[in-house]
T-cell receptor, first 112, second 114 residues
Framework: GDSVTQMEGPVTLSEEAFLTINCTYTATGYPSLFWYVQYPGEGLQLLLKATKADDKGSNKGFEATYRKETTSFHLEKGSVQVSDSAVYFCALSDRGGNQFYFGTGTSLTVIP | DSGVTQTPKHLITATGQRVTLRCSPRSGDLSVYWYQQSLDQGLQFLIHYYNGEERAKGNILERFSAQQFPDLHSELNLSSLELGDSALYFC?????????????FGPGTRLTVT
């Protein structure tokens, strides 16, 4: 079945460091891919998405490219801030948007 | 604030009991998704309803059931509760089931089974 595997955390970085969180997926057909972020005590929020191969999703300085050849959707940010401290979830949906699969989440802490 | 409301915020109950969690989607959203978040299993998709009809089932136990009412709010019923059912339960809503349609998550209901 469809699934998502993402880098385990926790990840601790200094402010202004480069961030990469790896995400790979297994899916039949052509899924859509997402990154969601969960701040402490809150629900998940969509960070970015890509719906087809080679699409790049971007938002708030974060980027991820849908790579069909490597079945990956790695999250990157060039310079993290303390306010980026949160849990990040990689997810995919089937083509019809009926069913979603989430990774286990990667906790990021950015220290000043 | 995502516009999705969930009640109650916290729920403490005993094993063997039955509880109902409620979700009101954002105004205009027809799809409601339910998820279970636990420390050991991450975020698990449970079930999806669109405009009152069930669209997809994920890892939902037979002891759990859900429905979406004509006013589009949804309820998740959990019965014969076990300690392992303790988790954070989220609902999310979207305009439609289209894959590109963004899901908006509620703040969650924390269920503790003692």
């Amino acid at each position: 079945g469809d699934s998502v595997t993402q880098m385990e955390g926790p990840v601790t970085l200094s402010e202004e460091a480069f961030l990469t969180i790896n995400c790979t997926y297994t899916a039949t057909g052509y899924p859509s891919l997402f990154w969601y972020v969960q701040y402490p005590g809150e629900g998940l929020q969509l960070l970015l998405k890509a719906t087809k191969a080679d699409d790049k999703g971007s938002n708030k300085g974060f980027e991820a490219t849908y790579r069909k050849e490597t079945t990956s959707f790695h999250l990157e940010k060039g310079s993290v801030q303390v306010s980026d401290s949160a849990v990040y979830f990689c997810a995919l949906s089937d083509r019809g948007g009926n069913q979603f699969y989430f990774g286990t989440g990667t906790s990021l802490t950015v220290i000043p | 604030d995502s516009g999705v409301t969930q009640t109650p915020k916290h729920l403490i109950t005993a094993t063997g009991q039955r509880v109902t969690l409620r979700c009101s989607p954002r105004s205009g959203d027809l799809s409601v998704y339910w998820y279970q978040q636990s420390l050991d299993q991450g975020l698990q998709f449970l079930i999806h309803y669109y405009n009152g009809e069930e669209r997809a089932k994920g890892n939902i136990l037979e002891r759990f059931s859900a429905q979406q009412f004509p006013d589009l709010h949804s309820e998740l019923n959990l019965s014969s509760l076990e300690l392992g059912d303790s988790a954070l339960y989220f609902c999310a809503s979207s305009v439609s089931p289209q894959a590109a349609s963004e899901q908006y998550f509620g703040p969650g209901t924390r269920l503790t089974v003692t």
